[in-house]
């Protein structure tokens, strides 16, 4: 990001998160980083922060929801990955986990599935332990459980 030493004023600062928050739902942290760039004095933050908030344009919760549903419908991601990100936007608690937890079982099994599949497809492996191997690793980096890999890696029929 290219920061800026303009100053801007507390209403016109307003005014563009505002329409920022509009646009698609954010976090705090992506607030505050845009507020950096704008050149905001860090003594109004808290309240710009606030008024959003109050004025539901800002929700935590809302946008929870929203990420962790687009990060699984759209880019395919494990748990352990959702909640990575999330982590790295400062967000945690049970709200996380409550959203986790919505996931269905047999959506993300199928999604599992459908990786697999898709990956298996890519790969030019002839010997059945190392295409295993590198599913395994595949699956592990787009964030799902361990366990739920194994499980699912011995049901899937990997002979192609």
């Avoid at 990001?1 to 928050?21: D, V």
């Avoid at 990575?84 to 959506?107: C, H, T, W, Y």
Wanted: a positive charge.
């Amino acid at each position: 990001m290219n920061f800026s030493t303009k100053k801007i004023a507390y209403q016109k600062a307003l005014e563009k998160a505002m329409r920022y928050c509009v646009y698609q739902e954010r976090c705090i942290l992506d607030v505050e980083n845009r507020l950096l760039a704008w050149g905001l004095p860090k003594a109004e933050w808290d309240k710009l922060i606030d008024t959003l908030v109050e004025q539901d344009f800002l929700n935590e919760n809302r946008y929870i929801e929203d990420y962790v549903r687009g990060k699984f419908l759209i880019k395919k991601w494990g748990k352990n990955k959702i909640k990575a990100g999330l982590l790295q936007k400062k967000i945690r608690g049970s709200e996380v986990d409550k959203n986790l937890m919505a996931i269905d079982e047999n959506e993300y099994k199928k999604t599992i599935h459908y990786l697999i599949e898709k990956k298996k497809a890519l790969l030019n492996q002839k010997d059945d332990i190392e295409l295993r191997d590198k599913l395994y690793r595949y699956l592990l980096s787009k964030g799902y459980e361990s366990e739920i890999i194994v499980s699912e890696l011995k049901i899937t029929n990997l002979s192609q």
